[in-house]
């Protein structure tokens, strides 16, 4: 099994720039995407930015350009630049995992427990 834990959020003024770092322990070589979601108050959980182990990426239109995800399969980081009060939210790491089962291989959605970035104006 795989767990994964954030660190980084807080407190910053709007202009400002905050770091997500994500850790996966365990069977993390069975990761094959690596990503970040938010949830506002009052919305549905939404996808920030994800990577692929191949490196490519992609990001919520309205968050390109000033967030940027990068790392591997065992850890991974969102920089966060020139936030805005609506970015704030809980952000939470996400990995598509695959395992082995009877039926072949099958891919899990694993979640960080989640943390608050909270952005002032």
């Known amino acids: 099994q795989v767990q994964l834990m954030e660190s980084g959020g807080g407190l910053v003024q709007a202009g400002g720039s905050l770091r997500l770092s994500c850790t996966a322990s365990g069977s993390s070589f069975s990761i094959r995407a690596m990503g970040w979601y938010r949830q506002g108050p009052g919305k549905q959980r939404e996808l920030v930015a994800k990577?692929?182990?191949?490196?490519s990426t992609d990001y919520a239109d309205s968050v390109k350009g000033r967030f940027t995800i990068s790392g591997d399969n065992a850890n991974w980081v969102l920089q966060m630049n020139s936030l805005k009060p609506e970015d704030t939210a809980v952000y939470y790491c996400?990995?598509?995992?695959?395992?082995?089962?009877?039926?072949?291989?099958?891919?899990?959605?694993?979640w960080g427990q989640g943390t608050q970035v909270t952005v002032s104006s």
């Open positions: 996400n990995a598509d995992w695959v395992y082995s089962s009877p039926a072949g291989p099958r891919v899990a959605d694993l």
């Open positions: 990577i692929t182990r191949g490196g």
